[in-house]
């Protein structure tokens, strides 16, 4: 006998609760469409996707947390309905995502025609540039970047400097030519953008610099002649990226005449 009551899922239940809190926060929002993990909205100020996967990956390594994520990503999302004309720019900072990611973005305002201000790194990379707001990030719109008068050629500069002053003291841990950087769990991905930091005094490794950020929060280092760093490396990204929260990039990246780019994947 089939039922005709079909329980509705966890995620989806997730999905409605944030939905509510959203509306509490947030005058004037029209419903256009609800699916597991993924809101989208109409409002005054133009249409809205919400993309929850991040959220509920949290919730899911502690649901007894889920009220505090709830309120958290809903926080965050209000600032998009609540442009902030008072910009501090020293609080500018770079956002490094993958290419998943970077498309959700991109799309999220393309109806506006005033799209979040973004630059390409490498194929798998994109830098988008954001205000910190200690527990959150609000991405910075190409309006609002104008209205600054900041050409976007200079903007990585300025970026990277605030992030540098902005983040706790950055540590290396690990040995034997293989590493990883903490800096407090929010920008360690962002940090592959600070180009003075990588170099052999800072991180002693057999040969060129090799990183990966599979998460934002997860930033590994070794040596390009290090082959058990390697490997070590790639299994790691394998199961952060595909397991954890804020992924970012399954790829390895080799530091080469001041940046860095795609290591092949036959080193």
Do not use: C
Request: proline content about 4%; glycine content about 6%; charged content about 25%.
């Amino acid at each position: 006998m089939f039922n005709l009551f079909k329980k509705k899922s966890p995620e989806l239940a997730f999905t409605q609760k944030f939905l509510e809190l959203l509306q509490a926060h947030v005058k004037g929002i029209k419903l256009e469409k609800l699916e597991e993990l993924q809101v989208v909205v109409n409002h005054e100020s133009g249409t809205f996707t919400h993309n929850l996967d991040n959220a509920w990956a949290e919730r899911q390594l502690d649901p007894s947390q889920e009220a505090d994520v709830l309120a958290r990503f809903t926080k965050a999302a209000v600032s998009l309905y609540q442009p902030d004309t008072d910009f501090d720019t020293s609080r500018i900072v770079p956002i490094v995502k993958g290419v998943a990611t970077s498309h959700e973005l991109i799309s999220q305002l393309s109806e506006q025609n005033d799209p979040y201000v973004w630059e390409e790194y490498t194929n798998a990379l994109s830098i988008f540039y954001a205000l910190d707001q200690d527990d959150s990030i609000r991405y910075l719109k190409q309006s609002e970047l104008n209205a600054l008068g900041i050409p976007l050629e200079d903007l990585r500069d300025l970026a990277v400097g605030n992030l540098l002053n902005l983040i706790p003291d950055m540590e290396r841990q690990g040995e034997d030519g293989y590493y990883m950087l903490t800096a407090g769990g929010n920008y360690e991905a962002s940090l592959l953008l600070a180009d003075s930091i990588w170099n052999q005094e800072n991180f002693p490794v057999d040969g060129e610099l090799v990183t990966a950020i599979p998460a934002r929060d997860v930033l590994l280092i070794t040596g390009s002649n290090h082959k058990e760093g390697i490997d070590q490396m790639r299994k790691a990204v394998e199961d952060i990226y595909f397991n954890g929260s804020y992924s970012v990039s399954p790829e390895l990246f080799v530091f080469k005449e001041g940046r860095f780019e795609a290591l092949s994947e036959e080193a």
